[in-house]
């Protein structure tokens, strides 16, 4: 089985400072994916960024970059220079090669950025 | 429209009741997903569809939930006798062609169901 945990139920951030969320995950799988999500308060699910498990190579995307460590198997995410426009919940999300259709999620991260 | 449309986006059921919830996936998208979203909490995996076939149902949380495609487009979500746990935001998810790949899938907007 796999669980992600997102320790973080709250951050309350100024605009342009950085935010940094926290990401635990466990599984017994050797390939799996790892995901960032955004849920702005219309619903959907965006996808942010992917990870897979044989590539610990941390990037940056844009104001986007995450810090992938499978020894401590975290997988954190940081907004650089945050807008209010990034206000939304973040969730974390996890998914196994072998059934590459069934995503298990942390609990969410609620980010606001005040002006 | 070019996403995910769900429809309806809110509905108020009766305890007993039984409810329809639909997904319009991206056209030509193959695979096709269903997850609820309780208050608070992060989606958790109802079931998966590639074209009509439903290829895993394991998280269907009882019998009184069932969910069809039977022309590989259009799927429904059906609830019957809704009980008040049932409360929660469903999402429709769907993924082109390639493997079903749920991390590139896009998502609905969702419909929130209320129990009452």
């Known amino acids: 089985a796999q669980k992600v945990t997102q320790a973080q139920t709250e951050i309350s951030v100024v605009e342009k400072e950085d935010v940094t969320l926290d990401c635990v995950y466990e599984?017994?799988?050797?390939?799996?994916?790892l995901f960032w999500y955004k849920q702005p308060p219309s619903g959907e699910l965006v996808f942010l960024i992917r990870?897979?498990?044989?590539?610990?190579q941390n990037e940056i995307s844009g104001r986007y970059s995450w810090n992938f460590q499978k020894s401590t198997s975290s997988f954190n995410f940081t907004i650089t220079a945050s807008q209010v426009v990034d206000s939304a919940v973040y969730f974390c999300?996890?998914?196994?090669?072998?059934?590459?259709?069934?995503?298990?999620f942390g609990a969410g991260t609620t980010v606001t950025v005040r002006a | 429209g070019a996403g995910v449309s769900q429809s309806p986006r809110y509905k108020v059921a009766k305890r007993g009741q039984d409810v329809a919830l639909r997904c319009d996936p991206i056209?030509?998208?193959?695979?096709l997903f269903w997850y609820q979203q309780a208050l608070g909490q992060g989606p958790e995996f109802l079931t998966y569809?590639?074209?009509?076939?439903?290829?895993?149902k394991s998280g269907l949380p009882s019998d009184r939930f069932f969910a069809e495609r039977p022309e590989g487009s259009v799927s429904t979500l059906k609830i019957q006798r809704t009980q008040q746990e049932d409360s929660a935001v469903y999402l429709c998810a769907s993924s082109p062609p390639g493997g079903p790949r749920v991390g590139e899938a896009f998502f609905g907007q969702g419909t929130r169901l209320t129990v009452v």
């Open positions: 990870r897979n498990s044989f590539d610990e």
């Open positions: 599984t017994r799988d050797t390939t799996y994916y």
């Open positions: 999300a996890l998914s196994m090669a072998s059934n590459d259709y069934k995503l298990s």
């Open positions: 056209s030509g998208h193959v695979s």
């Open positions: 569809f590639q074209n009509e076939a439903q290829l895993d």
